[in-house]
T-cell receptor
Framework: NAGVTQTPKFRILKIGQSMTLQCTQD?????MYWYRQDPGMGLKLIYY???????DKGEVPNGYNVSRSTTEDFPLRLELAAPSQTSVYFC???????????FGQGTRLTVV | QKEVEQNSGPLSVPEGAIASLNCTYS??????FFWYRQYSGKSPELIMF????GDKEDGRFTAQLNKASQYVSLLIRDSQPSDSATYLC????????????FGIGTKLQVIP
């Protein structure tokens, strides 16, 4: 039982490049989230989804896009990478609106 | 005023002592409160959650909630070096999980 799997673990991007961070879960959770974590800033919600076909913006969505075509997958797309997007990205899932989140192992992204 | 406030630390305690981690929140309508532990370079994992005023105990961990004072704390009894990590407080404001706000985390160091 893998839980929440993120790929890649590390990536270096050049300014202006694009990439997709992958997130897959086998927990059969409807709720999925993307967070970024910067030093001293806590976890900030980028996008979330409450089920296949349903996504919505979180606190810091600019520069990102998501899709949710299946229950299992919730990829995060970065278009035109900027140095401000250098961060650690976590995908998480949850069984409901008021329950704990289960986090993937994270993706450390550097934009140079 | 920040929505969720934590002292970033580090909080240093000797092995075997009680570690007390504190968190205040600004939204009086907040309903659910979570404590996550995050080891350096790893993803957050849930330690405790609490919904009602009072204490909730789980092994060496006790979560305390005082909604009147808008205060939630985590006590770790018999602290061990393996408890050294950053502890994130998360607060679920009304409106569903997408309104969870994380504090910046308190770094705990347990000295052998």
């Amino acid at each position: 039982n893998a839980g929440v799997t993120q790929t890649p673990k590390f990536r270096i991007l050049k300014i202006g490049q694009s990439m997709t961070l992958q997130c897959t879960q086998d927990m059969n959770h409807n709720y999925m989230y993307w967070y970024r974590q910067d030093p001293g800033m806590g976890l900030k919600l980028i996008y979330y989804s409450v089920g296949a076909g349903i996504t919505d913006k979180g606190e810091v969505p600019n520069g990102y896009n998501v899709s949710r075509s299946t229950t299992e997958d919730f990829p995060l797309r970065l278009e035109l990478a900027a140095p401000s997007q250098t961060s650690v990205y976590f995908c998480a899932t949850g069984g409901g609106a008021n329950t704990e989140a289960f986090f993937g192992q994270g993706t450390r992204l550097t934009v140079v | 005023q920040k929505e969720v406030e934590q002292n970033s630390g580090p909080l240093s305690v000797p092995e075997g002592a009680i570690a007390s981690l504190n968190c205040t929140y600004s939204d009086r309508g907040s309903q659910s409160f979570f404590w996550y532990r995050q080891y350096s370079g790893k993803s957050p994992e849930l330690i405790m959650f609490i919904y009602s005023n009072g204490d909730k105990e789980d092994g060496r961990f006790t979560a305390q909630l005082n909604k009147a004072s808008q205060y939630v704390s985590l006590l770790i009894r018999d602290s061990q070096p393996s408890d050294s990590a950053t502890y994130l407080c998360a607060v679920n404001r009304p409106g569903g999980y997408q309104k969870v706000t994380f504090g910046i985390g308190t770094k705990l160091q347990v000295i052998p």
